[in-house]
């Protein structure tokens, strides 16, 4: 056991540091938590919806999570209640099935709210787009998200990175702030 303390102590932390996307979004820990703070007086709660994806992308969504990029240490945690939410992360196309669902998740939620949309399907219908559907609506999907509620931010990519993931919900929070201001 002593060694096992020895190796933490001597190895130290290692986790990824919060990404720094643009000018407008450079900012060290303490100052995204202010902004948080400022915006939604309390830590970030994500409320997180799979409106029919593959999965992929709530792969990298679970990364977040871990040890490595330490999104609870930024102040933004994931909750089970739409009720509890500031925002709203939505992955995949959304199926017909799951449109009246996911209307009453962003009804549900408390102003201000914000959405973003994850990974190529939920930003343009991904696979299901064709020159018949730019949208990827069909019989069975209503396609993209921005289809059936409205979208802050869309974070591209199949799946799109956990460091990208981060960006952009660092973008929709940034966003928030200043629009806040203005």
């Known amino acids: 056991m002593y060694q096992i303390i020895r190796q933490i102590l001597k190895t130290g932390i290692k986790t990824e ?3 720094q996307p643009d000018h407008a979004l450079r900012v060290d820990g ?8 400022r915006h939604i007086g309390r830590a970030l709660a994500i409320r997180h919806v799979d409106a029919g994806s593959c999965n992929g992308c709530e792969l990298e969504i679970h990364a977040l999570n871990n040890a490595y990029y330490n999104i609870e240490g930024l ?3 994931f909750v089970a209640s739409p009720r509890h939410a ?3 992360l939505v992955t995949g196309p959304v199926s017909r099935h799951m449109e009246t669902a996911l209307k009453r998740t962003y009804d549900a939620m408390p102003e201000p709210r914000l959405v973003v949309a994850v990974g190529d399907c939920g930003c343009t ?3 299901f787009s064709s020159a018949n559907s730019p949208g990827g609506e ?3 999907s209503c396609g993209k998200i ?3 509620i409205p979208v802050d931010v869309a ?4 799946p799109p990175t956990p460091v990208a993931l981060l960006q952009g919900i660092l973008a929709a929070v940034s966003v928030s702030t200043k629009s806040e201001n203005t």
């Open 17 to 19: 540091t919060p990404p």
């Open 30 to 37: 303490q100052q995204l938590q202010e902004k948080i703070l």
């Open 75 to 77: 102040g933004i945690k």
């Open 86 to 88: 500031d925002m709203l």
């Open 125 to 127: 219908g991904g696979i």
């Open 138 to 140: 069909n019989y069975a």
């Open 146 to 148: 921005s289809n059936v």
């Open 155 to 158: 974070i591209p990519g199949c």
